[in-house]
């Protein structure tokens, strides 16, 4: 039987709330090891948006995750709406940290929105999101959204003390106090953290249908070892190049698709009522963020 890896903290979220800087900013911390690949999408249910597997982690793959000494901190964002993965936190690392990043709803399942249909993830997955109230209507779109419903889960199994609330606005307005944050949550030291060098945002002008030949190329790419992968991976990211903007492996991303009043009011009933029960049970203050 393969050990349980030990883990001491995640960092959870939704698709488009910022967790991607962080995590890049994190690595540069000499007492942390983060994640590799960023998300492993191993432990949760959740493997990404629209992926869903029920069976049980497989452990062995888990700990090939976490390359070097230090906090592991596991980095996995869809594992936050996932109804499976407090419970088996708690029962492997009942005093893991917990850091959520939070962004205003609308903007995010937006912005989430948009990333799938300029990749094309729906259709890969046999959906069409192309109408924003279908979209909605899937839960694998608005169940990212409800974090209210979300992060109740958690509290089940972890106090108020162990989760770290961060505003996604807050990361690129004070980056030095956000990590500073982050720091002393995870009780580890202070550090210079060179946000110069933070190149991997997950930005919209990174979003690009990928093509045929770039489908090709991912699945080749994915038959590496990742003791060959992985280096050569972290090195590209560190320069902050992303090898699908290549316009041979994808193509031009079309304008930003907006929501009307209309859809917009779409979500009041429930964003508002999981806005109450986020600040309920957290004493976050969201009240900026409901649908008037």
Known sequence: MVDVPHVGAFLLGAPKCGTTWLAEALTQHPELCVSDPKEPNILATHKGTFGRDVSEPDWSAYADCFNGGGLRIDCSVHAMACPVAPSRVVANWPDARLIVCLREPVSRTVSHWNMILDTKEDQENEVDWSDFESAWADSRLSADTLYGAAISRWLQHFDRGSILLIEANRMRHEPVVVLEEVCSHLT????????????????????????????????????????????????????????????????????????????????????NADLVLLTESTGFDCSKWHIQ
């Open 188 to 271: 580890i030291s202070s550090h210079s953290f060179e946000l110069d060098s933070v190149h991997n945002a997950n930005i919209a002008s990174d979003r690009r249908p990928i093509t045929a030949f770039g489908r090709l190329f991912r699945f080749i790419a994915s038959l590496l070892p990742n003791f060959i992968k992985n280096p050569i991976v972290r090195r590209l990211q560190s320069r902050g190049v992303n090898v699908y903007k290549i316009p041979v492996l994808s193509s031009e991303a079309p304008p930003k698709r907006e929501i009307t009043e209309q859809q917009r009011e779409l979500l009041a009933a429930d964003v």
